[in-house]
T-cell receptor, first 113, second 114 residues
Framework: DQQVKQNSPSLSVQEGRISILNCDYT??????FLWYKKYPAEGPTFLIS?????DKNEDGRFTVFLNKSAKHLSLHIVPSQPGDSAVYFC????????????FGQGTTLQVKP | DAGITQSPRHKVTETGTPVTLRCHQT?????MYWYRQDPGHGLRLIHY???????DKGEVSDGYSVSRSKTEDFLLTLESATSSQTSVYFC?????????????FGSGTRLTVV
């Protein structure tokens, strides 16, 4: 059973506009959530995270929103740039020493010049 | 760079042969993980380690074994490779439970089983 779901396999936006990537989860015990970005032939790289006690975290052009009642988080990229074109994974983790991040299926973002 | 390397980067092997992938870190992190990436499935945890000789299974561990005899090395072995194990394999490391910066990933090993 997929505990973390990204239901949109792909998203295309125009340069300068907002990109909104969505993620849903089923386990209310998750302590924190993260977003990773992945370019072809490279490993995923950490982008931004949010604790379950927060509802928003911002880092430059990237903002993550958490709606615990809906078990939903989203990543906003404003303004979008062509270099943002990549696969984005959301991930979640519960308490415990091992972390054991659980990942969604990924969303491929294409930002058109 | 993060100090995590995977070898080999690419491998083609035949069905039924054993295969070992290596992950090496220079960060002295306690935790190490093996994930596989497949279209439509994202990243799925195979096995992880929380210390030397301390390992445990992830969600897709069947057909895989691991060993960690030193802090810096985490080996993933496919005992008898099958076509369903064709995938991209990523190793990751973390110092603690992954908060707030998650894991650091290697560049991946693309494995093709023919």
């Amino acid at each position: 059973d997929q505990q973390v779901k990204q239901n949109s396999p792909s998203l295309s936006v125009q340069e300068g506009r907002i990109s909104i990537l969505n993620c849903d989860y089923t386990n209310s015990m998750f302590d924190y959530f993260l977003w990773y970005k992945k370019y072809p032939a490279e490993g995923p790289t950490f982008l931004i995270s949010i604790s379950s006690i927060k509802d928003k975290n911002e880092d430059g052009r990237f903002t993550v929103f958490l709606n615990k009642s809906a078990k939903h988080l989203s990543l906003h990229i404003v303004p979008s740039q062509p270099g943002d074109s990549a696969v984005y994974f959301c991930a979640a983790s519960g308490s415990g020493n091992t972390g054991k991040l659980i990942f969604g299926q990924g969303t491929t973002l294409q930002v058109k010049p | 760079d993060a100090g995590i390397t995977q070898s080999p980067r690419h491998k083609v092997t035949e069905t039924g042969t054993p295969v070992t992938l290596r992950c090496h870190q220079t960060e002295n992190h306690r935790y190490m993980y093996w994930y596989r990436q497949d279209p439509g499935h994202g990243l799925r945890l195979i096995h992880y380690s929380y210390g030397v000789k301390d390992t445990d299974k992830g969600e897709v561990s069947d057909g895989y074994s691991v060993s960690r005899s030193k802090t810096e090395d985490f080996l993933l072995t496919l005992e008898s490779a099958t076509s369903s194990q064709t995938s991209v394999y990523f190793c990751a490391i973390s110092e603690g439970n992954g908060w707030p910066h998650g894991y650091t990933f290697g560049s991946g090993t693309r494995l093709t089983v023919v």
